[in-house]
């Protein structure tokens, strides 16, 4: 698939069927994931495949009781781990860094299973240190997103985008 074809056809979905998501389709997510740029080639992030009902209920109610985290049959947490960027970029690796490297492996993962046939849901609202409970995750080491993958159940439809016009600048801020 056309990469901006991907860019702009792709949807959240928050409802999926009870087809199954392969573990080779699964590794080929995580596989665009880790090819994602950042900062340094330091790669700071790490990936927790959920597919158990308990494990899943246990981030839906992390999340607000969001059930897509629960009906989809496969969940990936995608974690920041700071101390990763620390050492060469210090409290800019630590606090942002670090979250704009995970975040570009999230979006990886969304293209990817789009353009696999799959669908997803970036999920950021969470109580993050119940999300990290319930997966284990050890101290220093950040949740950035919970990504229900599966086979939709549903077709959004695309949402408005705002003109070029209103958020492009040249030069400098306030020029348009």
Not at 1 to 28: C, H, L, P, Y
Not at 35 to 41: F, I, K, L, Q, R
Not at 74 to 88: D, F, H
Not at 94 to 104: R, S, V
Request: glycine share 6%; aromatic share 6%; proline share 6%.
């Amino acid at each position: 698939m056309d990469v901006f074809k991907a860019i702009k056809t792709r949807r959240s979905v928050r409802a999926f069927t009870d087809q199954q998501v392969t573990d080779k389709e699964v590794e080929k997510l995580i596989d665009a994931a880790r090819w994602a740029p950042s900062a340094g080639n330091i790669q700071p992030w790490d990936f927790i495949i959920v597919r158990d009902s308990k494990i899943k209920q246990g981030l839906s109610k992390a999340a607000m009781i969001q059930k897509a985290i629960e009906e989809a049959p496969v969940v990936i947490v995608v974690c920041a781990n700071p101390i990763r960027s620390a050492p060469r970029y210090g409290s800019r690796g630590i606090n942002l860094y670090c979250i704009q490297d995970t975040a570009a492996a999230t979006q990886n993962i969304l293209l990817a299973a789009h353009a696999m046939g799959l669908s997803t849901c970036w999920i950021g609202a969470f109580n993050e240190e119940e999300a990290k409970s319930v997966v284990g995750i050890p101290d220093g080491v950040r949740p950035i997103a919970i990504v229900p993958v599966g086979h939709a159940a549903e077709k959004p439809q695309g949402r408005p985008r705002k003109p070029l016009t209103e958020i492009m600048h040249h030069e400098t801020f306030g020029r348009k």
